[in-house]
């Protein structure tokens, strides 16, 4: 079964500062990787599919890029609003979740 | 308004069966993969059942395999998650989600409406 690793599991940032999200696969999974932000208590929402495209509503500051097994989330101007876990997941085959990352804005 | 509701969440004792509902509102639910993931508390999300848009391929994760049965019905905007041999691993927030849209309505795909979720406790 295809694995995947997230890094880091947690990060502390300031507002305004660009941080980058990785996310490794075992193997080649094309670009069939998504990214969701989950805040406290919230359900997830998506931010980026097909490993670089933007969900419709999602802010321009979040970018995803990749493909194979090497993707990054990166978010600019870092609002407040950002602090949230942030989750992998591909589809190339059973949906897999990466064990995520929590961003805390300073 | 595109939207899930889920329901059917409880407390119940190890070995018990429960059934989840999810019902999908403002959108057409025929042409949508739909799939169920849960989180225990303060963990991460598990992807644990999955159905392509007509109901004919479902997929489980190896540790529900066997006990839970994904359905839906298409007349009634809704998706079930059937859990029979709970164990207490099995407690957590289930959501219901649908898959982006695609030609073939698969469940293999990023997942864009999500429901706020339904609890399930396993305990004696």
């Known amino acids: 079964a295809i694995q995947l690793t997230q890094s880091p599991s947690s990060l502390s940032t300031s507002v305004g500062d660009t941080v980058t999200i990785t996310c490794r696969a075992s193997q080649g999974i094309s670009s069939t990787l998504a990214w969701y932000q989950q805040r406290p208590g919230k359900a997830p929402n998506l931010l980026i599919y097909d490993a670089s495209t933007l969900e419709s509503g999602v802010p321009s500051r979040f970018s995803g890029s990749g493909s194979g097994t090497d993707f990054t989330l990166t978010i600019s101007s870092l609002q407040p609003e950002d602090s949230a876990t942030y989750y992998c997941q591909h589809y190339a085959s059973y949906p897999l979740f990466g064990h995520g990352t929590r961003l805390e804005i300073k | 308004e595109v939207q899930l509701v889920e329901s059917g969440g409880g407390v119940i004792r190890p070995g018990g069966s429960l059934r989840l509902s999810c019902a999908a509102s403002?959108?057409?639910?025929?042409?949508?993969?739909m799939s169920w993931v849960r989180q225990v508390p303060g963990k991460g999300l598990e992807w644990v059942s999955g159905?392509?848009?007509?109901?004919?391929?479902?997929g489980y994760t190896d540790s529900v395999k066997g006990r839970f049965t994904i359905s839906r019905d298409s007349a009634k905007n809704s998706l079930y998650l059937e859990m029979n041999s709970l164990r207490t691993e099995d407690t957590a927030l289930y959501y219901c989600?649908?898959?982006?849209?695609?030609?073939?309505?698969?469940?293999?795909?990023?997942?864009?409406?999500w429901g706020q979720g339904t609890t399930v406790i396993v305990s004696s």
């Open positions: 403002g959108f057409k639910f025929d042409d949508y993969g």
């Open positions: 159905i392509n848009s007509n109901g004919a391929r479902t």
């Open positions: 989600a649908s898959a982006l849209g695609d030609s073939s309505g698969s469940y293999f795909n990023a997942m864009d409406v």
